[in-house]
């Protein structure tokens, strides 16, 4: 695509529109006559009509559905450029509104939008999307952002609901099964690595597509890369805003969840799926496959057996760090007389009554570490090295996940309209939100300032979401720590980066030490990106792209991508692909893994845009 400038980017708000809004208008009609243009338009390849609905600051969101790929473009001169390139290829048509879906869309008193949903069909596939128009000074609308989604490919669909097996099964079931768990019959089409909420909803999202995948976790049980974890730990997130693809939590779950449960809850997962996961075994190694397959995979189970498939797709699931611990190289720990350990290594604070500890970090691990640590009355210190983002769950989480509440719209609406806003739009909209989030968390936010905690407002002011998609941390959701802060039972040492360890804790650069016998890193995960290369030969280590974190366009790097992505030597790493985020990211993008896969074995894949 040439090169053209993108707009400046701002908030589509009454004022710089010029104009104001009748909140009693007709939003139906007014989509209706709209989307009668924009389907016509597009269903005869004329692109300069559907760039003439749209305003010139547009934004064009498509996930696979028009370009095989992940993409948000900018500005009507780049859209109207991807409309002509790409209409040709996919041959959209059968366009049809969801009168039902329809809605004024009024975020802000000074933003107002007409919402609507419709679906559409293209050459491979059938497709959803969302358009939200703004109202101009001359009493037209248009569009200020289009979303299209492929859901499901023309000829292959999911095998759930009324295409679920309906033959009576009078084989033997347990022993069919256990054959199919250790692929003595056939070989697995995919090779998924890591068997947390990541690989689990891939093979589910695979199963219904007909792919068997064997899911290799290298832990004992199924769930316990959350068992694992500290003893405190539970989701920040909430149950609506979580469910898994096709089996969602019972409505008598907490809001929030403890870790342990979430384990078991994968584990039943797997079990009522029929997913083949080996538990106890690891895969040692992913080199360039024989026999017309792309890749071999070794893995290697706990009783010293080995076995190397043949497959054409391997899923690396294996989080945002990947399970590698980040720990600084702070000078002379050699020298320390007490323990060392990174939170990953924690597991409860019973195991150090009576010890003088120090926690380095301020995230959301050093947090809940730390305030069982004062639950159970040991003495704490808290290092923080760099500003956190700090807000609470109480004032935060309705406002980040609005959409996920109690008798809210159904998952898979709130997942498209969620997904339908652009990651650079929704910071110019979260920077507003943070203000007022700042507002009603200001007796805490006071508080913490008042200590020396030393707090931001995210990236460029916009709050958590853009730390969590280009760190992947940097913020705690406060349930309570920030007020044992503030109440100074968590001790906290804010000032004076970390000079060495000493025999007896912490030196600091301001000549300052801090005692203890045990140190625990709270410092959060290697690059996700290391632990791929671990796997890979050297040759191909240069082909693989970011994992985490945001591209030009703000879209996610290789999450459910291949993790050549787009770079030069992407063919060397073809069918390698990244599936990793929260358990929202998980349930929505591990369709689109699924549908590209299935897409390649059967031999429709188009070309990437």
Not at 2 to 18: D, I, W
Not at 578 to 600: E, P
Request: net charge negative.
């Amino acid at each position: 695509m040439p090169a053209v400038a993108k707009p400046v980017r701002s908030l589509p708000t009454l004022q710089k529109l010029g104009t104001t809004v009748n909140r009693n208008l007709d939003a139906q009609a007014v989509a209706k006559e709209w989307f009668l243009v924009f389907a016509d338009a597009m269903n005869s390849g004329d692109h300069i009509t559907v760039a003439s609905l749209l305003v010139e600051d547009a934004f064009w969101r498509d996930l696979l559905a028009l370009t095989w790929d992940f993409h948000t473009y900018e500005g009507r001169d780049i859209i109207q450029q991807f409309i002509a390139d790409q209409l040709p290829k996919f041959e959209p048509s059968t366009f049809r509104i969801r009168n039902d879906l329809t809605q004024l869309y009024v975020p802000y008193e000074d933003i107002v939008c007409i919402q609507a949903f419709f679906d559409f069909e293209t050459t491979v596939g059938y497709a959803s999307g969302i358009f939200r128009l703004v109202p101009l000074a001359d009493g037209s609308w248009k569009a200020h952002t289009v979303f299209t989604n492929l859901e499901d490919l023309r000829d292959f669909p999911e095998k759930i609901g009324a295409l679920r097996d309906h033959e009576p099964y009078h084989k033997k079931w347990v022993e069919s099964r256990e054959r199919e768990h250790e692929f003595l019959d056939v070989e697995p089409g995919v090779v998924i690595i890591g068997g947390g909420q990541s690989g689990m909803t891939v093979a589910a999202r695979l199963k219904a597509l007909g792919i068997n995948a064997l899911v290799v976790e290298r832990n004992k049980r199924i769930g316990d890369n959350w068992r694992n974890r500290y003893a405190t730990l539970c989701t920040h997130s909430m149950v609506w805003h979580d469910h898994f693809p096709y089996m969602p939590f019972p409505s008598s779950w907490p809001v929030y969840r403890p870790a342990a449960k979430l384990g078991d809850w994968l584990e039943t997962y797997a079990h009522f799926l029929e997913l083949n996961v080996w538990t106890s075994a690891e895969v040692v190694s992913v080199e360039p496959g024989t026999q017309e397959k792309k890749w071999s995979v070794k893995v290697v189970r706990d009783d010293g057996r080995e076995r190397i498939f043949q497959v054409s797709h391997v899923v690396f699931a294996l989080g945002i760090g990947g399970g590698l611990p980040n720990i600084p190289n702070i000078p002379c720990q050699a020298e320390f007389k007490g323990q060392i350990l990174h939170s990953s290594q924690h597991k409860r604070a019973t195991d150090h009554l009576g010890k003088k500890v120090v926690v380095i970090g301020a995230c959301t691990s050093a947090h809940d570490i730390c305030a069982d640590y004062v639950d159970h009355g040991v003495d704490v210190t808290m290092v923080q090295r760099s500003s956190t983002y700090i807000m609470s769950v109480k004032e935060g989480m309705p406002r980040l996940t609005g959409l996920y509440v109690e008798n809210g719209p159904p998952t898979d609406i709130a997942d498209r309209i969620n997904a339908s806003f652009p990651n650079f739009f929704l910071k110019l909209m979260h920077q507003r939100m943070v203000k007022d989030l700042a507002e009603a968390d200001k007796d805490i936010l006071d508080g913490l300032r008042r200590v020396g905690f030393k707090l931001n407002l995210g990236d460029e002011g916009s709050g958590p979401l853009q730390l969590i998609w280009k760190r992947g941390g940097g913020f705690y959701f406060d349930v309570g720590a920030s007020q044992k802060i503030i109440d100074g039972e968590i001790k906290l040492k804010s000032n004076g980066s970390i000079a060495r360890f000493t025999p007896h804790g912490l030196l600091f650069g301001d000549g300052s030490t801090l005692d203890a016998e045990v140190v625990i890193f709270a410092t959060g995960f290697a690059g996700g990106r290391t632990a791929y290369l671990r796997l890979l030969p050297n040759y191909l280590h240069d082909a693989v792209q970011p994992i985490w974190g945001l591209d030009d366009e703000g879209e996610l790097h290789s999450v459910a991508r291949e993790v050549g992505g787009r770079g030069p030597q992407a063919a060397k790493v073809a069918g390698l692909w990244a599936m990793l985020g929260n358990m929202a990211v998980c349930r929505f993008h591990s369709k689109h893994v699924a549908l590209q896969i299935k897409a390649y074995e059967e031999g429709i894949f188009g070309e990437r845009y």
